[in-house]
């Protein structure tokens, strides 16, 4: 089985301050971990992902996120918050059976960030 | 390129009608899925398709099927919808099942009266 949890249901940082939205995770075997954003009435948009090597993941819009495998945690940041940052974050993780298939794609709950001007 | 597009955008039912989401890509992948999203539980995976000619079972299929109709498109059908299948529905696609990189299309907000 595998699972994320997204700790924070809330995040709320202001314009220009760094900013964080928790993930960790739990699979058997190696994770692999994705974040994506979901503007308002939009889809869901993939911002990066983590699969092997360097623990720091560059992503889109200056994202950023770090993996940590004793923690189990794969944390999204950005140094500078902007207005437009406001949005709707998913964490997601999969691995791989020992048949070398994948399972699903598993969705923590989301994290509503704000940034205040 | 438009992505992954879908179709209606929105759609209100009464109780035990039916009615078929339409979703297709144009970036030429291989798999196809469908999720629902309702608040504070994320996206769970109704059905998917690994590649044209395939379809499985997600985490929620009750209530629903799905038609791989080619490798552009895939569809979802609720045969007699219920109240508690009001959500947003979403469809994507990624280059195959796995480790790939889903893409979402817009979504269908659809409400069951």
């Known amino acids: 089985a595998q699972s994320v949890a997204q700790p924070e249901d809330q995040v709320k940082v202001a314009e220009g301050n760094p900013l964080t939205v928790k993930c960790t995770y739990s699979?058997?075997?190696?994770?692999?971990l994705f974040w994506y954003v979901q503007y308002p009435n939009r889809g869901l948009q993939f911002l990066l992902k983590y699969i092997t090597g360097d623990n720091l993941v560059k992503g889109s819009y200056g994202f950023e996120a770090e993996f940590n495998k004793s923690q189990t945690s794969f944390h999204l940041k950005k140094p500078s918050a902007l207005v437009s940052d406001s949005a709707l974050y998913f964490c997601a993780v999969t691995s791989l059976i020992s048949s070398g298939s994948a399972r699903q794609l598993t969705f923590g709950s989301g994290t509503q960030l704000t940034v205040l001007p | 390129n438009a992505g992954v597009t879908q179709t209606p955008k929105f759609q209100v039912l009464k109780t035990g009608q039916s009615m078929t989401l339409q979703c297709a890509q144009d970036m030429n992948h291989n798999s196809m899925y469908w999720y629902r999203q309702d608040p504070g539980m994320g996206l769970r995976l109704i059905y998917y398709?690994?590649?044209?000619?395939?379809?499985d079972k997600g985490e929620v299929p009750n209530g629903y099927n799905v038609s791989r109709l080619n490798k552009r498109e895939f569809s979802l059908r609720l045969e007699s919808a219920a109240p508690s299948q009001t959500s947003v529905y979403f469809c994507?696609?990624?280059?195959?099942?796995?480790?790939?990189?889903?893409?979402f299309g817009p979504g269908t907000r659809l409400t069951v009266l």
């Open positions: 699979v058997s075997g190696n994770p692999y």
């Open positions: 398709s690994a590649s044209e000619g395939t379809t």
């Open positions: 994507a696609s990624s280059v195959n099942r796995g480790t790939d990189t889903q893409y």
